[in-house]
């Protein structure tokens, strides 16, 4: 569903992404992690459409980015690390809105947006302003959007960022649900236990390449470190397991 060949990203003199192979399945969680600033957010950025690669090709869905970038962006959601809402509109505008941009049947709209809003708990706010959300509800309402399309690949960085527990247990099962469905999930996050749970397989970014790619076992077999868990492993692989010496 998503397939990447070669992809680079310069800008200027600096190569944020170096040269990338990768290839995510159908119907698979697949999570994308890396120190910061090893590339992460340019490559998802690129997957998107966002961002054009210096070089290299971006498969999402079976189409080619550059060369048939609607048929592309129409199978895919996004949510972005720092989403924009437009505050002056209520819940309800903006996913009408949203169903606006994906050319949707406004009837369809509003009952998959009345299902969506249920799901993530802001019926009861569905007529007021965003700019009176919560960061949580915000997180919660960039959710619904991106869902609203039924997209076949959903791409997500740093999906947790602001939900509390009872929702980051909701987006887990959703994310899951979207798998057993044969939905692709493409996540970036630094939350390590999340990733260990409920990720397929996992690739680690560092200095714009794929340093380690494969399920936690494989992962944990890579690093021959002994690790259990999924941060120990991303450290040892990553060069970060060192303790560093602080005062305070």
Not at 28 to 35: C, H, R
Not at 72 to 92: E, M, N, S, V
Not at 136 to 151: C, S, Y
Request: proline share 3%; aromatic share 8%; hydrophobic share 40%.
């Amino acid at each position: 569903m998503i397939r990447l060949e070669q992809v680079t990203k310069r800008f200027g003199s600096f190569v944020a992404v170096d040269g990338i192979d990768l290839e995510v399945g159908r119907g698979e969680i697949f999570g994308f992690l890396g120190p910061n600033g090893a590339g992460k957010t340019t490559t998802l950025k690129m997957i998107t459409g966002l961002l054009q690669p210096s070089a290299g090709r971006i498969e999402v869905a079976g189409y080619d980015l550059r060369t048939h970038p609607e048929e592309a962006k129409k199978r895919l959601g996004f949510i972005p690390d720092r989403p924009f809402l437009y505050d002056k509109l209520t819940a309800a505008e903006f996913l009408g809105f949203m169903g606006g941009l994906w050319d949707l049947d406004e009837q369809a709209v509003r009952r998959r947006a009345a299902r969506l809003l249920e799901l993530f708990e802001l019926t009861g706010w569905q007529d007021e302003l965003i700019e009176s959300f919560s960061h949580g509800m915000r997180q919660k309402l960039i959710f619904a959007g991106a869902l609203l399309h039924d997209p076949e690949v959903l791409v997500v960085d740093e999906p947790m960022v602001g939900l509390d527990p009872r929702s980051i247990r909701l987006v887990k099962d959703i994310f899951r649900k979207l798998s057993a469905g044969g939905r692709t999930v493409m996540m970036s996050t630094h939350t390590l236990a999340i990733a260990e749970e409920t990720c397929t397989r996992i690739a680690i970014i560092q200095q714009g390449r794929v340093a380690a790619l494969g399920t936690v076992e494989e992962l944990r077999a890579l690093s021959r470190s002994g690790q259990e868990h999924l941060e120990g492993i991303f450290l040892n692989l990553t060069g970060g397991e060192q303790e560093q010496e602080f005062e305070l």
